[in-house]
């Protein structure tokens, strides 16, 4: 029984670890965009799993140590509540920042021909992220659409609120797709104007 609480607490402490640490290249991809073992582990849901790295926030030492991709879906979709999925996308989004971080060190002059060529490939890839943005919030609201027809079917409370929470639920994880600031659930009404200030 100890050996097991062990393995789990080992198990789950590897996830958090792994949940950090792509928050933590997200957040510094100047940091880690030279360490070609770290991109080339975020390339694939295996190679996360496998990787091993300590890294330091604070004054905290954190170990992310190797762990099979199963264990590592397993615990997370009982750690997170976006599951393996959230964890998946933070991983995609690490290894696009990384790649945006290196384009932009090696971006011509945008006085030049080959600068506008690049200013115009910029434009029409944020053109398409904005598309794929669209598109999931789409889904959320056909998603939410359901949610609320399935609690007005709703025969008692104790089934609304339950619909009630499911629903939330799969709304965060439709949201989580999105590049930020559109990856949250907003808890009240914002302003337009605090994502064109980047806030």
């Known amino acids: ?3 097991s609480d062990k393995r789990v607490n080992k198990n789950e402490a590897a996830t958090l670890a792994t949940r950090t640490f792509l928050n933590l290249i997200i957040k510094s991809p100047g940091s880690f965009v030279d360490n070609s073992e770290i991109r080339k582990a975020i390339k694939s849901q295996g190679g996360l799993a496998k990787l091993e790295y300590k890294f330091q926030i604070d004054d905290t030492s954190i170990c992310k140590i190797s762990m099979s991709l199963n264990t590592l879906k397993s615990y997370s979709d009982r750690l997170f509540e976006e599951g393996f999925e959230g964890l998946n996308y933070l991983r995609l989004k690490a290894l696009n920042t990384l790649d945006e971080h290196v384009q932009r ?5 945008s006085q030049s021909k080959a600068g506008l060529k690049f200013k115009i490939e910029q434009l029409q890839d944020e053109l398409e992220k904005h598309r794929s943005a669209n598109f999931v919030l ?20 104790s089934i609304r609120d339950k619909r009630a929470k499911e629903g939330l639920a799969r709304l965060r994880a439709i949201a989580s797709l999105n590049p930020p600031p559109f990856d ?3 808890p009240s009404v914002v302003s337009i104007k605090d994502y064109k200030d980047g806030q």
């Open 1 to 3: 029984m100890m050996n």
């Open 105 to 109: 060190s090696v971006q011509p002059n």
């Open 138 to 157: 789409l889904q959320a609201i056909t998603s939410a659409m359901g949610t609320i027809k399935s609690m007005q079917d709703a025969t008692s409370d």
């Open 184 to 186: 949250k659930v907003q």
